[in-house]
T-cell receptor
Framework: AQSVTQLGSHVSVSEGALVLLRCNYSSSVPPYLFWYVQYPNQGLQLLLK??????LVKGINGFEAEFKKSETSFHLTKPSAHMSDAAEYFCAVRRRSRGSTLGRLYFGRGTQLTVWP | DTEVTQTPKHLVMGMTNKKSLKCEQH?????MYWYKQKAKKPPELMFV???????INESVPSRFSPECPNSSLLNLHLHALQPEDSALYLC????????????????FGPGTRLTVL
C-alpha cells in the first residue's frame, strides 16, 4: 500500500536559511504526491503536487519539491526561509480507497517548521 | 474562486446537544469531504460524498451524521457527542473528473473548532 513518511516532526531554521522538509513514499507504482501547509487555526492550503508531468515541481510562496524515484523521496525545499513560513507542513499521497473507485489522501504525520529571526 | 467556506468557526456544545456544521463551495466540485483533526495530528478522513452520494464512511460513530443536500452544500449533524470528539473539523472539495481522481486538488475550508463539554 502507498504511504508517506515525514522524517522529523520539528524543523527549526534561521530566517534566510534553506528549508528542507523530508518526505519519503512507499509505492510500487508512480505515486501522486502533495504538499500542504497549515497555518495556526486554519485549514490546509496546497503548496504543490506531483502528477508525473515533471520531476521538479514549483509551488507557491517560493517552495519547490523534487520527485526522486531512485530515493522514493519528494522533499520540500525553499532557498531562503521567511518568518511567515512558520507552520505545519503535511506530505500526502493520493490513492484509491478500499472498496471505492475514489482517490483519497493519505497524510504523513506532519512537520512543524519554526523560523528564528 | 477556490474557496470552501465553513460555519460556524467555533462551536461549544454539551454532550446532550444537537448541532450542525455547514460547508459550502461554488467551484462546481462534485466530491466533498469531512475530516477530523486533533491537535498536532494530520487530518483523518471521516466521510466522502461523490456526486451527492455517500461514497466513503471511515467507520465513523453514528453520533456523526453527514448530509449532502446538493452539490454545493455539505452538512455534518452532531448528536450526543463525547468530549474526545473535540477537534478541528475540516471540509474539503475536489472536482473528481473521471480519470483524474488521483491528481485533482482537494481544497480545504478553514475548519470549525468544536469543543464538547
Amino acid at each position: 500500500a502507498q504511504s508517506v513518511t515525514q522524517l522529523g516532526s520539528h524543523v527549526s531554521v534561521s530566517e534566510g536559511a534553506l528549508v528542507l522538509l523530508r518526505c519519503n513514499y512507499s509505492s510500487s507504482v508512480p505515486p501522486y504526491l502533495f504538499w500542504y501547509v497549515q497555518y495556526p487555526n486554519q485549514g490546509l492550503q496546497l503548496l504543490l503536487k506531483y502528477t508525473s508531468a515533471a520531476t521538479l515541481v514549483k509551488g507557491i510562496n517560493g517552495f519547490e519539491a523534487e520527485f526522486k524515484k531512485s530515493e522514493t523521496s519528494f522533499h520540500l525545499t525553499k532557498p531562503s526561509a521567511h518568518m511567515s513560513d512558520a507552520a505545519e507542513y503535511f506530505c500526502a499521497v493520493r490513492r484509491r480507497s478500499r472498496g471505492s473507485t475514489l482517490g483519497r489522501l493519505y497524510f504523513g504525520r506532519g512537520t512543524q517548521l519554526t523560523v528564528w529571526p | 474562486d477556490t474557496e470552501v467556506t465553513q460555519t460556524p468557526k467555533h462551536l461549544v456544545m454539551g454532550m446532550t446537544n444537537k448541532k450542525s456544521l455547514k460547508c459550502e463551495q461554488h467551484m462546481g466540485h462534485r466530491a466533498m469531504y469531512w475530516y477530523k483533526q486533533k491537535a498536532k495530528k494530520p487530518p483523518e478522513l471521516m466521510f466522502v460524498y461523490s456526486y451527492e452520494k455517500l461514497s466513503i464512511n471511515e467507520s465513523v460513530p453514528s453520533r456523526f451524521s453527514p448530509e449532502c443536500p446538493n452539490s454545493s452544500l455539505l452538512n455534518l449533524h452532531l448528536h450526543a457527542l463525547q468530549p474526545e470528539d473535540s477537534a478541528l473539523y475540516l471540509c474539503a472539495s475536489s472536482q473528481e473528473v473521471w480519470g483524474r481522481e488521483f491528481t485533482d486538488t482537494q481544497y480545504f475550508g478553514p475548519g470549525t473548532r468544536l469543543t464538547v463539554l
